[in-house]
């Protein structure tokens, strides 16, 4: 960047201050080897983390290590949303205690009631985490302290947060689904669902006596032959392998 604002207290400011220089910013840091690995080689999430940091008030470096990007989605590590909502001046308090088996977020907006949040270890059974290798196994009490933070300051402080996700209950979410193509089941439920084509009318047994009178004159004056008529009548009417032998018959009469 070609301007860079320096301060005899508080050192420079890398802070773009126009897009050119956002751009140029992130495409420099994405070529460092001490950026987080979801940014490494990709200025695009890095210009992203820095406009979500602006908008809640990280500079750009700090945005840079509280915002993950799982699953595509950006999202806000727990340490960075309790230090978020105590900065802020609609909080009053934030408390957080475990008793081994549930973590307890109480939480107070100024001017409002106290809220409670709280995770279970039943809670994480239910929804399916209780045992899941990670966190979830080698870290369960701070498991459950995220879990119930994050429940408690995304009900209460959701404009502090400007919506962000917290990024350890996200990483127990399954991927989202790719949205831009439609899919509906295995490859064999998808072949039973196309729409099949529609069937061809059939000849009845007095209809295809006459047609055999004409199919065999025109045979008999070398003007066509058996293979061509059932080539022909098939695309327009459904011809069972009996009648496709007749008209084969009417050649072998012919010779």
């Known amino acids: 960047m070609t301007d860079i604002a320096v301060s005899p207290s508080k050192g420079f400011s890398l802070t773009p201050q126009s897009l050119d220089e956002a751009m140029r910013f992130a495409d420099i840091l994405s070529k460092s080897s001490i950026v987080p690995k979801d940014f490494n080689g990709n200025p695009g999430n890095i210009l992203v983390a820095i406009q979500w940091g602006l908008e809640l008030g990280l500079q750009p470096m700090q945005a840079m290590q509280n915002i993950a990007v799982i699953n595509g989605r950006p999202a806000l590590w727990g340490d960075a949303v309790i230090a978020l909502v105590r900065g802020s001046p609609l909080c009053e308090f934030i408390y957080e205690t475990d008793d ?93 669902l196309e729409k099949q084509p529609e069937a061809l009318p059939s000849y009845d ?24 008529i059932i080539k022909m009548s098939a695309s327009k009417v459904g011809l069972t392998e009996e009648q496709k032998q007749a008209i084969r018959d009417l050649e072998v009469s012919d010779a």
């Open 100 to 192: 081994g088996t549930t973590a307890t977020c109480r939480v107070k907006r100024r001017g409002e009631d106290e809220q409670v949040r709280t995770f279970s270890m039943e809670d994480a059974k239910t929804a399916g985490l209780m045992g899941k290798s990670g966190p979830w196994t080698q870290h369960p009490k701070r498991m459950r302290q995220m879990r119930a933070r994050a429940f408690a300051l995304r009900d209460v402080f959701p404009d502090v947060l400007r919506g962000m996700p917290v990024a350890e209950e996200v990483q127990d979410m399954a991927p989202e689904r790719d949205m831009g193509t439609v899919r509906t089941g295995q490859p064999a439920e998808r072949k039973s």
């Open 205 to 228: 047994d007095t209809e295809f006596a006459t047609k055999l009178v004409d199919w065999k004159d025109l045979i008999e004056g070398g003007k066509t032959t058996a293979d061509r």
